[in-house]
């Protein structure tokens, strides 16, 4: 009798050969959420703004443990278990004593403490992520554009191309896979037929122009919180436009009593002095617009920055004024900073304004000095 032949059917677990790549994607994956809940105290970080971002930023994140099962205090039974819908990395048992913060407290105490340290990332990396929920609002295209900008976008794998385009991983997985086919473990003797290449397009997109008026009050009751708070949000605005826009104009505008338009370097660094006369600035970049930027060409965006302190009599003309430059704007951003919540002259009579292009934001500590940015410049939902 003929013996049957026996087939037998394995499987190797390759998920376990893909433990360090996971690990790898769940820290930078911490290290994103690091960022993310980090924003607002890295955008009023001061030795950021006085170097001009051209630096690596340190940002604190907690160690990222082994995986590894925990007794599911909850139920006493069994150890925790997910129901289904569990990912890696997700805590399935809490200890109750483990919950609690150690290493803290006013007394000295005898358990450890958690394992946090610095990762640095580039300045570029935190605008990426600053930046990505962000757009000028009400932004149309114009009649004339000054400037066309191309984008290359990668949309395709092929077996020919230029080494330059070469994808790397892409490549390292075909020569993976036709070694196993062959019985062989690793990568080696990569062959032409192992080469894969990134193909892409250029996109050639209208840039509608844009020009931004930064307005600052810089008279003598704006003490040092007042001046470091309007001076960080210009400087994250600036970065911002200039990042993700090709043909964007910034007029800085300072004022006391008078306005005057300045060099970029000295509007981040021009003294306190004088009274208040809001209206000077405003009626400055009227003038501006008159002279230079026509509305059927032109995104027009006014952002003006003060303490609130105003002379009196002059804030009926401010409102006049900011009127007319509504008519003029795609919008109208006010911001006012107000450590102690106090009554400002200016917000009195700005509450009143009821257009929808007119925006205001009040700033009470550094941290919300983020939060005016996604504020004012807030990506809008697609229709």
Known sequence: MQQQPVFIVSREDWSLHRKGYNDQAR??????????????????????????????????????????????????????????????????????????????????????????????ISIDELEDMLFDEMELPNLEQKQKEQLQTSEIVFHDIRKKGIMSNIDKKRTLLENLRRNANAGRRGIGGISPDDLRYKTWTEIVKPQSNAVIFALMDTSGSMGAFEKYCARSFFFWMSRFLRKKYEHVEIIYIAHHTEAKVVEEEDFFTRGESGGTICSSAYQ???????????????????????????????????????????????????????????????????????????????????????KALTHFFAKQQAQ
């Open 27 to 120: 820290h930078q994956q911490r290290v994103r959420d690091a960022i993310k809940n980090n924003l607002p105290d890295l955008v009023s970080d001061e030795s950021i703004i006085l170097s001009d971002g051209r630096r690596t930023v340190k940002v604190p994140i907690k160690s990222l443990d082994e995986a590894h099962f925990v007794y599911n205090y909850n139920k006493k039974k069994h150890v925790g278990q997910g129901d289904g819908d569990s990912q890696v990395g997700d805590v399935l048992g809490v200890d109750p004593q483990a919950a609690k913060k150690p290493g803290q407290g006013q007394d000295a105490g005898d358990q450890p403490g958690e394992d946090v340290y610095d990762t640095e």
């Open 284 to 370: 400055r970049a009227l003038e501006i617009i008159e002279e230079r930027y026509p509305t059927e060409l032109w995104n027009i965006y006014p952002f003006h920055f003060s303490d609130g302190d105003n002379l009196t009599s002059d804030n009926e003309r401010c409102v006049r004024l900011i009127e007319k430059l509504i008519e003029r704007s795609n919008m109208f951003g006010y911001g006012e900073i107000n450590q102690y919540n106090r009554s400002s002259t200016l917000m009195s009579a700005y509450k009143h304004i009821t257009n929808k292009k007119f925006k205001h934001f009040i700033i009470r500590e550094k941290g919300e000095v983020y």
